[in-house]
């Protein structure tokens, strides 16, 4: 991970409300985990500065860790539009991998050009368990292509989906992550230096977590 974008990304997240901390007053996930962040990188996009600085960084990523690239993936529906701006960026074919497959029409699963044997660099906004990522990566592979690997905007750090990414043997880079985004918002003032004991403790085993 690159120091300097990871810090970066993660001001330009809470600056543009994509990412809150309520530490004191939780959110509830739909697993029903309370949790002290609540993270939608899609408001990003509204944001034409940080909107170019991650599809900026992505580029970089994928140029210096996957060059051999031959295709674009975006995972619905997070990662499709960031995943359209690098592949533009790139000059890349781009397509996209839905959460279940159409119920009319050809069906589909994957929309756009579906070329088994190319190398593709999977897009996705977000990495909280890695399940629903880990289902595009299979989807893909099942479908012919080689799986270069996945860059996400943001990833919580649970154990969890690092251990199921190594089972996969898919090479995952995200832009920041949980432990920069809290340090930088105890600089920024958005929560103060007495919360990140609990903050901390929450990515430790977020199932259990109380405030």
Known sequence: ?????????????????AIKLEPA??????????SPIYCDNRITLSFPDTREYIARSFERYIREEF??????????????????????????????????????????LIEGLIQPGKKVVV??????TGGSSLK????????????????????????IAEDSFA????????????????????QLGYVHAGQLEMLSRWRVNPAVWKP
């Open 136 to 159: 595009a990566v299979d989807a893909l592979r099942e479908a012919g292509f080689e799986v270069a690997g996945m860059c996400a905007i943001f990833t919580y750090g649970f154990s």
């Open 167 to 186: 089972a996969k043997n898919c090479r995952l880079f995200t832009l920041s992550n949980y432990q920069v985004l809290i340090q930088e918002a105890i």
């Open 67 to 108: 060059a051999e690239a031959e295709v674009i993936a975006g995972v619905a529906t997070g990662g499709i539009p960031q995943g359209a701006l690098v592949a533009d960026r790139l000059k890349l074919p781009f397509i996209y991998v839905r959460s279940a497959p159409k119920s009319h029409g050809m069906e589909n």
């Open 25 to 34: 007053n939780p959110f509830t996930w739909a697993s029903g985990w309370k």
């Open 1 to 17: 991970m690159n120091t300097e974008i990871a810090v970066n990304v993660a001001r330009y997240l809470l600056q543009s409300k």
């Open 123 to 128: 897009i996705e906004d977000l990495i909280s």
